[in-house]
């Protein structure tokens, strides 16, 4: 994540202030593990990249039907992103 902050100071000594924040995520998702061949720690690897998925999947699904509840917390990834997923980005 990298965090942006814009001051602009005014003739009549007012500051303007701005903030952003951008979120670089690698959105890559494994393929089945009987189809890499994968073993060992490849293996977890793609077995948490798909857990994540999931989980971005299951929170975009909750924001699109209007649940009271969204499961942000089921993933580091969803955790993140949970100031740009709730609507609260321009």
Do not use: F, W
């Amino acid at each position: 994540q990298i965090l942006i902050e814009s001051r602009e100071a005014l003739a009549n000594v007012q500051t303007s202030l701005e903030l952003g924040k951008l979120s670089l995520i690698d959105l890559a998702g494994s393929e089945r593990a009987s189809k890499t061949e994968n073993t060992g720690l490849r293996l977890k690897e793609g077995a948490n990249i798909n857990r994540s998925l999931l989980a971005l999947g299951n929170c975009i699904n909750a924001l699109a039907d209007g649940r009271s509840h969204v499961p942000y917390r089921d993933s580091k990834m969803t955790r993140l992103l949970k100031d740009s997923l709730g609507g609260n980005c321009r």
